[in-house]
């Protein structure tokens, strides 16, 4: 836009970074992530508490988010993994990793739901 709020001329509100945005951007990528990744758990954990997750249950969970993260740390740049390769808990999180962009859904010929 040309600093008058409207975003492209189209009538539709512009975007405008804050100062912390400003910031985050200027991050390495690398932390750029684990920010988001930190905030992704973050949010689970308050999601899961909200419909009464109990502390053992909780803990088993951020056992396994820690596991599920380590997994795709380690994981081969474009080996793909069958979404039915994982539990119900990860795959909620590969929906919502994929919305912000870290992870890449593919739909591979004769399968569904990958």
Request: charged fraction near 20%; charge should be negative.
């Amino acid at each position: 836009g040309d600093g008058d709020g409207d975003g492209d001329g189209d009538g539709r509100p512009g975007l405008i970074t804050t100062r912390r945005g400003f910031q985050f951007l200027l991050k390495p990528p690398a932390e750029q992530i684990w920010t988001i990744l930190d905030s992704f758990l973050q949010t689970q954990y308050a999601a899961n508490a909200n419909v009464g997750g109990a502390v053992d249950g909780d803990q088993h969970q951020g056992a396994a988010a820690v596991s599920f993260l380590l997994q795709l740390g380690f994981a081969e740049e474009g080996r793909v993994r069958p979404l039915s390769s994982f539990g119900s808990w990860e795959k909620r999180s590969v929906v919502a990793l994929a919305q912000l962009g870290l992870l890449y859904p593919l739909k591979a010929e004769g399968i569904t739901g990958a």
